[in-house]
């Protein structure tokens, strides 16, 4: 069944604005305009874009759906959903996993510490 509008979870919306705009690079800003333009009365806040990075992970929040690389600070790179990600992942500047060939593997959890 088909989300409404209204009803689009933020990560939903990201997905549908980036699902075309894969290997191109945006700021932080950049993302959240796309966002809140494509679907007028986001909160802008709510658009985070660190938490869908692969290469990145937060304590608050499911480390279940990656679109992003995260450059440098308020760089974001879009790799797509599913991509074959290798490489290590932060949690607060410390290497707290890593990424092979598309599949993770954490060394240090903070979401079992939130």
């Known amino acids: 069944m088909a989300r409404s509008e209204g009803n689009l979870r ?3 919306k990201v997905s549908s604005v980036f699902r075309n705009k894969i290997g191109e690079e945006f700021l932080r800003e950049e993302i959240i305009d ?3 333009n494509a679907y007028p009365g986001t909160n802008r806040s709510s658009v985070i874009p660190s938490d869908y990075c692969y290469n990145l992970i937060n304590a608050g929040i499911a480390f279940n759906f990656h679109l992003f690389e995260h450059r440098e600070v308020g760089l974001y790179r879009c790799l797509g959903e599913e991509y074959q990600y290798t490489g290590p992942i932060y949690w607060k500047k410390e290497q707290a996993g890593e990424w092979r060939d598309g599949k993770y593997r954490l060394w240090q959890d903070p979401r079992k510490h939130a």
């Open 10 to 12: 933020i990560q939903d």
């Open 34 to 36: 796309l966002v809140v």
